[in-house]
């Protein structure tokens, strides 16, 4: 009898992404986020938030530790049954080792201008959050809430955490400074542009394949991934030949295995690759380890 694993199996190479992710995180914070005095926005720019308006209007000065921490465990027993194991225990890593790099890596001074740093430091914490999110992780907060949501929608969501970042920011802006609440803004919309292009675990595709061994072609893909295949019959006009075309959805990260499926079975195969921007029915979402 198989037992199952409380505790999945993490590579060495998870851990090397996770760490790299997390110098690259602190990096941002140390060399642009804290010179360039920017706002933080997700997790920790709401429980900034919160302690503040707290204090303002009930003169209750909460400690932000268990704001952070009571919103980060409530978001996380929201979503902790759509997540794997692996998923989590690599974001927490992620937060722990960020906390701690965030204190011992060097400063340097990069440059002296708000709006450079603010750019620059986007790329750096945009390139941060993809390496987390290919190696199986993710940098923790909001992260969370964006890979439930892009799961049950099978869909991108990303955009959708910068509209929140960026409410917050101006609400920051409103009720403390415009100027960094405007830089911080620059920041996550560079993060999120950076993160978008990069993740393609939701990002879906639609493959159009005309081949004359449609069964061998279909299992060969059926062998890696496990979506649905419509089948079509018609006829090449130019041969005159009988054709099968097959038509299926696949994430964007899986076409390259698919493709060379495709080819190994029937090297003379066609494919079409299109983009796909939604879709509406079952669809078989990869789950998270």
Known sequence: MTKHKLIPSISSTNIVGIVLSSLMSSFAIVNFVRPAHLVPAGVTGLSMLVQREVLELLNVNLSFGVIYLFINVSILLFVFKHLGKQFVILSLLHVVLTSFFSDILPVYQL???????????????????????????????????????????????????????????????????????????????????????NHDRYKLSS???????????????????RHGITEFQGKGVYSQKDKTMLYMVVNSFEIRPVVKAIKDADAKAFIEIASVDRIEGNYRQKPLD
């Open 207 to 225: 493959l159009h394949i005309i081949t004359d061994q449609p069964e061998v072609v279909s299992q060969a893909i059926l062998s890696i991934v």
């Open 111 to 197: 440059a002296h201008e708000p709006v450079l740093l603010a750019i620059f430091g986007g790329v750096v914490n945009g390139l941060a959050i993809s390496v987390a999110l290919k190696v199986g992780g993710s940098t923790g907060g909001t992260d969370f809430i964006a890979i439930f949501f892009s799961t049950v929608k099978n869909r991108p969501m990303w955009d959708k955490i910068m509209i929140f970042n960026m409410s917050m920011l101006i609400y920051n802006g409103w009720r403390s400074n415009w100027e960094l609440s405007l830089y911080s803004i620059i920041y996550q919309f560079i993060s999120t542009e950076i993160l978008t292009k």
